[in-house]
């Protein structure tokens, strides 16, 4: 079982930065593919940013690639998601979630919520302009 407690989020202005956190509790994390989703009230889920179980291969949608980025320290068993230069779109709770990396491959796999078994509980972002 694997347990995901995210952090870090909060309320900032338009052009500020926050860097979220997520602790797993889980052995062997070092194994599993790790991403963030988001959801802002009234809207689907939606892919923000993922990370291989290596660290070697990282994925981010369209909206936040280049203010963006994920990055995992395994001897921490915790992924950030650094975002700067925060727009109000980007008002969202940011959720993260883990799948074992053998069960995704490619851009796509990763972008698909269906792929991930573990989620956490959310962190609220909010920026106003």
């Known amino acids: 079982q694997v347990q995901l407690v995210e952090s870090g989020g909060g309320l900032v202005q338009a052009g500020d930065s926050l860097r979220l956190s997520c602790a797993a509790s889980v052995r062997r994390f070092s194994s599993y593919a790790l991403g963030w989703f988001r959801q802002a009230p009234g809207k689907e889920r939606e892919f923000v940013a993922a990370i291989s179980w290596s660290g070697a291969n990282t994925y981010y949608s369209d909206s936040v690639k280049g203010r963006f980025t994920i990055s995992r320290d395994n001897a921490k068993n915790t992924v950030y998601l650094q975002l700067n230069s925060l727009k109000p779109e980007d008002t969202a709770v940011y959720y993260c979630?883990?799948?074992?990396?053998?069960?995704?491959?490619?851009?796509?796999?990763?972008?698909?919520?269906?792929?991930?078994?573990?989620w956490g509980q959310g962190t609220q972002v909010t920026v106003s302009s």
């Open positions: 979630a883990a799948c074992l990396g053998t069960k995704v491959y490619g851009r796509e796999a990763y972008m698909h919520y269906d792929a991930y078994d573990y």
